[in-house]
């Protein structure tokens, strides 16, 4: 029988970790260090490392994840490229731990190692929302969403629906939660969707809404009105705004996206 090269090792792997059903589970991070101790040389080695450190933010060991970028980050000096997604990683699992100062520090080496890198900026967008700055998180998201595989870009239209509305931009909000919702999301991330493109109104129709509900409210306080009569045209003024909310979202132009390359988006300008 022909031994497997590495790379088949590695792509075994690399399917085994993209199963759902696996996280957490300790054979697959068995699998990973047999592939380890077969690479060969030390960017080989990094490669396994990044798989696994992937893999363990994704099962929710975070302090495990860092580990292995620890051992990661030894063996790629003189490799830019790799010292980018070590250092890109590395923010992502800090920002996980709440250290959006520290995430924020190797987010930007990773750009200085590589300018281009998708990922390092995507962390930059989640530590400014998390730092309460949604315009830089929003400039940020808008740069790599054309540049993300598909099955990502719900979420980041998501984030950007969350980033227009803290703005003050609901239309824009709308938008985006609609682009998400057209996607594949988790229940949590649809149903959030479907809030910020339901509720992400002008302020005058907020204005609008609260200000019939106060009226008729008092006048069924002073008993000139009943309370029934009172909730449902509460009610119809609240189904009424969301209606409004929901047809009036923006239709998206439609432009095609460039295929994401091995760079995680090699057409972003150096900031």
Do not use: F, I, N
């Given at each position: 029988m022909t031994e497997r090269s590495f790379s088949e090792r590695l792509a075994e792997a690399r399917a085994l970790t993209e199963q759902v059903s696996l996280l957490g589970d300790p054979s697959v991070l068995e699998v990973l260090r047999e592939v380890r101790r077969a690479a060969r040389t030390p960017q080989e080695k990094?490669?396994?490392?990044?798989?696994?450190a992937r893999w363990l933010l994704r099962s929710g060991r975070e302090a495990e994840a860092q580990m292995a970028l620890d051992t990661a980050q030894g063996?790629?000096?003189?490799?830019?490229?790799?010292?980018?997604?070590?250092?890109?990683?590395?923010?992502?699992?800090?920002a996980k731990r709440g250290k959006l100062l520290a995430a924020n520090e190797y987010a930007h080496q990773?750009?200085?190692l590589n300018?281009?890198?998708?990922?390092?900026?995507?962390v930059l967008a989640e530590v400014a929302f998390r730092l309460n700055d949604p315009a830089r998180a929003v400039a940020l998201y808008g740069e790599v969403i054309p540049l993300l595989p598909a099955n990502e870009r719900p979420a980041?239209?998501?984030?950007?629906?969350?980033?227009y509305r803290r703005m003050g931009l609901p239309a824009l909000a709308r938008l985006h939660a609609r682009l998400a919702l057209e996607g594949h999301l988790t229940t949590p991330?649809?149903?959030?969707a479907i809030f910020l493109r339901l509720t992400s109104l002008h302020r005058a129709t907020v204005l609008a809404v609260?200000?019939?509900?106060?009226?008729?409210?008092v006048a069924a306080l002073l008993g000139r009105v009943p309370w029934g009569i009172t909730a449902l045209v509460v009610a119809g003024v609240v189904g009424l705004a969301l209606a409004v909310a929901w047809f009036t979202t923006p239709a998206p132009r439609?432009?095609?996206?460039?295929?994401k390359n091995s760079k995680r988006g090699a057409q972003i300008p150096p900031s």
């Open positions: 990094v490669e396994v490392l990044l798989l696994e063996q790629v000096p003189g490799h830019p490229d790799l010292m980018a997604e070590v250092c890109a990683l590395r923010a992502h699992v800090l990773a750009l200085r300018p281009a890198h998708v990922d390092a900026r995507l980041a239209h998501l984030a950007l629906a969350e980033g991330q649809r149903w959030k609260v200000l019939a509900t106060v009226m008729w409210g439609r432009s095609a996206h460039p295929q």
